[in-house]
């Protein structure tokens, strides 16, 4: 079992001063690992022949786990000859290649930024309970899924994913006691989660039933739309409304999106605050068996009525114009359904029955002139108001899986992991510039691995010092959202060093500069 | 700080309490100013060990009664009806207008103690393991908020400023400032000068966070005066879950000498769950033939949820994460083996192949069973069917799925309709199916149906005399609903034991 061979050994090899204080400017590291890696470099970053070969073979050998002890998380490539460092697989990719183990280890010795993901889950550069007792959930290619890893610092967490090359991993909460030890305790109920970041998730399958252009696994610039509006709301939610600052929105790698929110407050939230939270932002309950309606109460809530204001210009653009979704006179008998006024209901389908055409922009429009025209029976003009609002809300409001965040112990989706559908790397969404988002300009895998290797042929020019001084992901699109990353969780630390100052002797900032 | 060892040593020689370690401890006599109180301090007074049964006793008794009320989804004010007289019986509690001139009597005085030390005493029984807390303090908090909610409304404003919880009171600017989404957010009231808010921390609030009955704003809620019995409720929760966990703590360090742990043990283990009263043996049929195959004809004997998830099973070949584990727990509990329920859900599922129903299927169903799984709590049982409370409480389904009870869940008109589609045709039935409904009785809707549909069998087995009225108790288990179909139906069938059955 792989997770038995890296217990004691890792444990062990923890204890070296490298792991905790392995500083991130690239400068530094790089010389110091050319000084003595000549014989390593085979071992974990070389495309050549006879490492191919080793590391296609799978079986994982001690010496290959002990080998990287005085690595640098980002290894240069800079040793490597153009030659031998040509993509082995072609441009079209398939689906079955961004599991390739090969792949896979690549990208994570050479891209994954382990360690602003170890600080951010970690709120401290030095390794604490907070990462050490944290669940991670590898997914290996195959589809087999193991549980309970812990690590206690960044770079086992590597060694393990290298050696490993899971599809993705997941990441659960921090445990009472390390989770590898959790069969040592006489009482079961001892162990349990302790903390763990507010976490949401929005997928598009769930707009399945309002939108028009694609379903199921397919996604288009359109129907993106609709997470663009979710994060909106739910992160004007999140902010004015409970607080919370440190909120981080990461795409989920195909059609949708994940928050996660690090607020030592959020963190510390148990399974019925978090429940509380779910249903504060919930507003769609219906079953398909169930009543009709929302049932929204008047006058609306403040967050209803905020979200409201924010969905209206995309209601109007996004769905009525881009998704049209009463276009046909099949569709169009969703929103009659709609419209509790059978007097209204009746001169509307008369009037679409002639006009055939109608576009769903015209016939959201004839609704009010039909009303006008004094065709209201049983809503009087306030109420017609009140269900057109709901009617906009329930094409526009976020749609959340609730599931996901009421409980603590829940395992989702690390950001920057590769979607094995698609080979996009899971990157954070600048909230700032959240229009600009592209979700299909996303970077995949193998793409990135292709930057690498053209940047080490562009850049013949420069010297050797200076092509190390440049580490992997900075030569690829990837950088951008690395970037970002860092400067989120600098931010964070910053906060959460703030808290510890007088506890901590070191005062808890030290050797990180960023 | 609270003390958890109280000293009842009424048969033991009087101990020179000079000589113990808090030789300057004077007991002073607990002086109750209010009929409700927050336990937040223990008794300190000696009490003989009868007192110190009985009392608990009594509590118990009140204590389980709204358990069972709960857990048959009563009202609260059919909740309160109930108890009232049964109060009277064993808790009696009296405010300080039900004395002569308002003062505090020695009658008065008696009822508190007894309030106070039963409560602490249970506490003692009830905080060993995690599920007893958990289930004590619901059961206190509902009390608690049947005597807060009864009470005189002076003296309950007395009560509450007692407390001092420090709820800080927002001001006239900031009231003026906040106004429109003030006025929004409450639901109800017309004109900002009628009402005032406090602003508290939201976690103190959760549901009527949850519910978005209050104004919520950088982490703090605006919470109506109106509201504050759901606030004085959670604080009241939460101050006793702390009290819980301290006195878990302290338990094994008790000064104890076996007088008193007899008693605590026999206590709690007397307080059992209507839940955990459902055990696999309550279920289980001899020699009725459950297999993978004859599911679709024993449907017939299915209660409409679990009709429902079978019909919409074999509709769409499938069926959403909840409605497997709802249904598959239910075939569990109807005598399904392992075995025979893995082949009933790859033959349902079957336009999927085999690989696929193996990747994503088989392990959840094992995983239900008991089968796989790192809890060693439920290594090998699994976990238990959901019962109608459970049904009914967690868990609403959404869009596409078809778990739940449908009726609860189900609109009236699908609800009619689905019950003319598994042949309930009888109008009165209908509507009185519809009321309960709307008087949210749901299983009682569901024993209604049950009760025309196998009118027949019941009154046979009454008539004969072969049934007690303990086997045609309300049903509030839909595996109870599905032994009982079956047995009625098949009274010729079976050995004559097998009839005599435990609820």
């Given at each position: 079992m792989p997770h038995a061979v890296s217990t004691s050994p890792e444990r062990e090899s923890s204890a070296g001063p490298e792991d905790d204080f392995l500083p991130d400017a690239p400068a530094v590291d790089t010389k110091e690992k050319d000084e003595d890696s000549n014989t390593e470099e085979p071992a974990d970053t070389q495309p050549k022949p006879e490492a191919r070969t080793a590391a296609a073979d799978g079986s994982t050998k001690l010496e290959d786990l002990f080998?990287?002890?005085?690595?640098?998380?980002?290894?240069?490539?800079?040793?490597?000859?153009?030659?031998?460092?040509?993509?082995?697989?072609?441009?079209?990719?398939?689906?079955?290649?961004?599991?390739?183990?090969?792949?896979?280890?690549?990208?994570?010795?050479?891209?994954?930024?382990?360690?602003?993901?170890?600080q951010w889950l970690n709120h401290s550069p030095t390794p604490q309970p907070d990462f050490q007792n944290r669940e991670f959930a590898f997914v290996l290619p195959g589809g087999a899924y193991i549980r309970y890893q812990s690590f206690a610092s960044a770079d086992l967490f590597r060694k393990q994913c290298i050696q490993m090359t899971p599809e993705r991993f997941e990441i659960g909460p921090q445990y009472s006691i390390n989770p590898r030890d959790r069969k040592t305790l006489r009482k079961a109920s001892s162990f349990r989660p302790v903390m763990k970041e507010l976490v949401f998730d929005i997928d598009m399958t769930d707009y399945d039933p309002i939108r028009t252009c694609c379903s199921g696994a397919k996604m288009c610039h359109k129907c993106w739309q609709f997470i663009i509006m979710a994060i909106k709301v739910v992160d004007a939610a999140l902010r004015d409304d409970f607080g919370f600052q440190h909120i981080l929105w990461v795409y989920s790698g195909r059609r949708g999106a994940h928050a996660w929110i690090s607020d030592k407050r959020a963190r510390e939230m148990d399974d019925a605050k978090r429940k509380s939270i779910a249903g504060y932002l919930e507003l769609l309950r219906g079953s398909d068996n169930g009543k009709k309606g929302l049932g929204?109460?008047?006058?609306?809530?403040?967050?209803?009525?905020?979200?409201?204001?924010?969905?209206?210009?995309?209601?109007?653009?996004?769905?009525?114009?881009?998704?049209?979704?009463?276009?046909?006179?099949?569709?169009?008998?969703?929103?009659?359904?709609?419209?509790?006024?059978?007097?209204?209901?009746?001169?509307?389908?008369?009037?679409?029955?002639?006009?055939?055409?109608?576009?769903?922009?015209?016939?959201?429009?004839?609704?009010?002139?039909?009303?006008?025209?004094?065709?209201?029976?049983?809503?009087?003009?306030?109420?017609?108001?009140?269900?057109?609002?709901?009617?906009?809300?329930?094409?526009?409001?976020?749609?959340?899986?609730?599931?996901?965040?009421?409980?603590?112990?829940?395992?989702?989706?690390?950001?920057?992991?590769?979607?094995?559908?698609?080979?996009?790397?899971?990157?954070?969404i600048d909230v700032r510039r959240l229009e600009e988002f592209d979700p299909f300009a996303v970077p995949t895998v193998t793409q990135l691995l292709q930057e690498i290797d053209d940047w080490d042929q562009k850049t013949g020019a420069l010297s050797e010092e200076e092509r190390n001084k440049v580490q992997d992901w900075q030569k690829t699109g990837l950088k951008p959202y690395v970037e970002y990353f860092r400067g989120y969780v600098a931010s964070l630390l910053k906060e959460e060093g703030k808290g510890k100052r007088g506890r901590d002797e070191d005062g808890g900032v030290e050797g990180m500069e960023f | 700080m609270m003390r958890t060892d109280t000293r009842f040593d009424a048969k033991r020689k009087k101990v020179d309490y000079k000589k113990t370690q808090f030789a300057t401890a004077t007991f002073k006599e607990q002086d109750y100013p209010y009929r409700l109180s927050f336990y937040d301090v223990p008794p300190t007074q000696e009490i003989s060990l009868e007192e110190f049964e009985t009392w608990a006793i009594d509590r118990l008794r009140i204590l389980a009664e709204i358990e069972a009320c709960s857990f048959r989804n009563k009202s609260p004010q059919e909740t309160a009806a109930h108890l009232e007289p049964l109060l009277k019986k064993y808790l009696p509690l009296s405010s300080n207008s039900a004395a002569a001139g308002g003062i505090i009597d020695q009658r008065l005085r008696n009822e508190r103690r007894k309030d106070h030390y039963s409560h602490f005493i249970l506490r003692l029984a009830f905080s060993g393991t995690e599920d007893l807390r958990r289930r004590f303090s619901r059961v206190?908090?509902?009390?608690?908020?049947?005597?807060?909610?009864?009470?005189?409304?002076?003296?309950?404003?007395?009560?509450?400023?007692?407390?001092?919880?420090?709820?800080?009171?927002?001001?006239?600017?900031?009231?003026?400032?906040?106004?429109?989404?003030?006025?929004?957010?409450?639901?109800?009231?017309?004109?900002?000068?009628?009402?005032?808010?406090?602003?508290?921390?939201?976690?103190?609030?959760?549901?009527?966070?949850?519910?978005r009955t209050v104004f919520v704003r950088k982490g703090k809620a605006y919470v109506p005066m109106r509201e504050q019995?759901?606030?004085?409720?959670?604080?009241?929760?939460?101050?006793?879950?702390?009290?819980?966990?301290?006195?878990?703590?302290?338990?094994?360090?008790?000064?104890?000498?076996?007088?008193?742990?007899?008693?605590?043990?026999?206590?709690?283990?007397?307080?059992?769950?209507?839940?955990?009263?459902?055990?696999?043996?309550?279920?289980?049929?001899?020699?009725?033939?459950?297999?993978?195959?004859?599911?679709?004809?024993?449907?017939?004997?299915?209660?409409?949820?679990?009709?429902?998830?079978?019909?919409?099973?074999?509709?769409?070949?499938?069926?959403?994460?909840?409605?497997?584990?709802?249904?598959?727990?239910?075939?569990?509990?109807?005598?399904?083996?392992?075995?025979?329920?893995?082949?009933?859900?790859?033959?349902?599922?079957?336009?999927?192949?085999?690989?696929?129903?193996?990747?994503?299927?088989?392990?959840?169903?094992?995983?239900?069973?008991?089968?796989?799984?790192?809890?060693?709590?439920?290594?090998?049982?699994?976990?238990?069917?959901?019962?109608?409370?459970?049904?009914?409480?967690?868990?609403?389904?959404?869009?596409?799925?078809?778990?739940?009870?449908?009726?609860?869940?189900?609109?009236?008109?699908?609800?009619?309709?689905?019950?003319?589609?598994?042949?309930?045709?009888d109008r009165e039935v209908l509507r009185g199916v519809k009321e309960d409904v709307e008087k949210k009785r749901f299983h009682i809707a569901c024993n209604r149906v049950f009760d025309w549909a196998h009118k027949a069998e019941i009154k046979k087995v009454k008539d004969e005399g072969t049934w007690g009225p303990a086997e045609l108790e309300t049903i509030v288990h839909p595996n109870t609903y599905f032994k009982r179909s079956y047995l009625l139906r098949n009274l010729g069938n079976l050995p004559k034991q097998d009839v005599k059955m435990e609820e």
């Open positions: 080998d990287d002890d005085e690595d640098d998380e980002f290894s240069s490539s800079a040793q490597s000859k153009p030659q031998d460092s040509s993509q082995p697989k072609p441009q079209e990719a398939s689906k079955a290649q961004y599991s390739e183990p090969d792949t896979l280890r690549q990208f994570y010795s050479r891209l994954f930024p382990f360690r602003p993901l170890f929204i109460r008047r006058p609306l809530h403040p967050h209803i009525d905020r979200s409201l204001k924010i969905l209206n210009p995309y209601f109007q653009n996004e769905v009525l114009a881009d998704q049209d979704p009463w276009e046909s006179a099949e569709q169009a008998e969703k929103l009659i359904q709609l419209l509790p006024d059978k007097t209204l209901t009746a001169a509307l389908q008369k009037k679409w029955d002639s006009a055939p055409d109608r576009t769903s922009n015209q016939k959201w429009a004839d609704i009010d002139a039909v009303a006008e025209g004094g065709n209201l029976s049983t809503l009087s003009a306030k109420q017609l108001v009140e269900v057109k609002q709901d009617i906009r809300l329930e094409y526009t409001y976020p749609r959340l899986d609730a599931e996901v965040s009421k409980k603590l112990n829940h395992l989702l989706k690390s950001p920057f992991v590769v979607h094995p559908g698609t080979g996009r790397v899971c990157v954070p | 206190e908090t509902m009390l608690f908020k049947l005597r807060f909610q009864a009470d005189d409304s002076r003296e309950r404003r007395a009560f509450v400023e007692s407390l001092n919880l420090h709820w800080e009171l927002v001001q006239e600017e900031e009231k003026r400032e906040l106004g429109e989404q003030l006025l929004s957010a409450t639901p109800g009231l017309r004109r900002l000068e009628d009402e005032n808010w406090f602003k508290v921390e939201w976690t103190r609030v959760p549901e009527l966070v949850e519910h019995t759901s606030m004085v409720l959670t604080e009241f929760a939460n101050r006793l879950e702390k009290g819980l966990e301290l006195t878990a703590r302290a338990l094994p360090r008790l000064d104890e000498d076996d007088r008193l742990t007899p008693i605590l043990n026999h206590l709690s283990k007397n307080f059992a769950t209507p839940d955990a009263g459902y055990s696999e043996s309550d279920s289980a049929l001899a020699g009725a033939p459950i297999s993978a195959a004859n599911i679709d004809n024993l449907s017939q004997h299915f209660p409409l949820c679990m009709k429902h998830l079978h019909s919409t099973l074999r509709k769409n070949n499938h069926l959403k994460h909840y409605g497997r584990l709802q249904y598959t727990l239910f075939l569990k509990g109807i005598g399904l083996t392992l075995e025979d329920c893995l082949l009933f859900w790859r033959q349902s599922f079957k336009l999927i192949t085999d690989d696929q129903f193996n990747k994503e299927y088989r392990y959840n169903v094992r995983h239900a069973y008991g089968d796989v799984g790192g809890d060693v709590n439920r290594r090998g049982r699994g976990y238990a069917p959901y019962s109608c409370q459970k049904i009914l409480t967690e868990h609403p389904p959404g869009s596409g799925e078809a778990h739940g009870c449908p009726y609860r869940h189900f609109s009236v008109d699908n609800l009619t309709s689905m019950l003319q589609a598994t042949g309930v045709h």
